[in-house]
């Protein structure tokens, strides 16, 4: 393909933050700031994603939709079940008991599909694997451009093959769940910036990077690299914009945290998260089982965000967020890049 691989004036694109970060009204600020967003299809029905995107397109702004690839392998029932009694005391402070039965879903993966080749964006990013190459091919086919998320150049390459028309390559900096194909991959200790040259070395296919944008150095950095587009995620979280829950935004900016983590703790997949004493206690036993352990979690966080328990909170943050400004999103993206155009 020819052009730029994002269709936006800027080269920065907002991160599909699922679970609510990510609101039409951030996606259309970052829009009409130039950048370009990517709605968050995972843990959405199809008729609320269909929503999103009907109230997007009005504004007639290049926006995209990011998909969770379903799971191909089931969760280990037996270490599943133990996790889920481990974690038992932690409910019973909410009145809640916790399912030993595994919950495994495809976030209705084959309906948001025909969603998308019906009513086409922009952009469809992929994370959490590559699907059948026939799944790609029905998207291009609807006239969409097709990102696989990728953390290794050996799984770029594998997208390569499937026949992605690009990559977000994410480094592991990168604030809530790794894109990781395998959940077990141990994950390196490499900057975003060299990821992208490895990627850059082994497949020839065009990149969005994301992962450790903590300011305009950052994305300047990223584009020097080989990068068309650097993505931000973690700096939009307390952006006016956001819909990031309050007990998320107060641990953000208050004093109680110092660093983030990857764990398993919540999801029974590897995510960046700001290091509090759910992740301390419980990542060394999560299983690697997801979506079965966000499942098993999610009434538990619900009922913590709402106490404001942010010792409980899946507090998704990258290693940047301590500069994270509390600004409209639109100002947010011009600080990024440099742009003075209103």
């Known amino acids: 393909m020819t052009g730029p691989i994002l269709p936006s004036r800027l080269p920065i694109a907002a991160a599909p933050m699922a679970g609510g970060p990510t609101t039409t009204a951030l996606a259309a600020a970052v829009a009409e700031a130039g950048g370009f967003p990517f709605l968050a299809g995972g843990y959405k029905t199809p008729e609320a994603l269909a929503a999103e995107i009907g109230e997007l397109r009005a504004g007639g702004l290049p926006f995209g939709v990011n998909l969770f690839v379903p799971a191909a392998d089931p969760a280990d029932e037996a270490a599943f079940r133990t996790y889920a009694r481990h974690l038992q005391p932690e409910a019973d402070r909410y009145g809640l008991t ?26 469809v990013s992929l994370t959490f694997g590559l699907p059948a190459p026939s799944d790609i091919a029905a998207l291009q086919g609807a006239g969409t451009t097709v990102l696989a998320s990728v953390t290794t150049p050996a799984e770029a390459l594998q997208a390569r093959v499937a026949g992605v028309d690009g990559l977000v390559v994410q480094g592991p900096q990168a604030g809530g769940h790794s894109a990781t194909f395998d959940p077990n991959h141990r994950i390196d200790p490499v900057s975003t910036a060299d990821l992208v040259k490895a990627v850059r070395a082994a497949v020839s296919l065009p990149i969005i990077a994301a992962g450790g944008v903590d300011g305009p150095g950052a994305v300047q950095t990223l584009l020097e690299a080989g990068a068309e587009a650097a993505v931000v995620g973690t700096l939009l979280l307390l952006a006016d914009e956001a819909g990031t829950s309050p007990t998320h935004r107060a641990a953000l900016t208050g004093g109680s945290f110092s660093e983030t983590v990857l764990t398993r703790a919540f999801t029974g997949r590897p995510a960046r998260a700001l290091r509090n004493g759910f992740a301390d206690r419980h990542g060394p036993y999560a299983p690697s089982a997801y979506p079965a352990v966000h499942h098993l979690t999610r009434e538990l966080r619900q009922a913590a965000g709402k106490a404001g328990d942010a010792d409980t909170l899946h507090l998704w943050a990258g290693t940047g967020w301590r500069n994270a400004p509390k600004l409209p999103a639109g100002q947010i993206i011009r600080w990024l890049t440099g742009s003075t155009d209103q």
Do not use: F, G, T
Not at 98 to 123: G, Y
């Open 98 to 123: 916790l399912s030993e039965r595994p919950v495994a879903d495809d976030d209705s993966w084959s309906q948001k599909l025909a969603l998308l080749a019906r009513d086409p964006v922009d952009v």
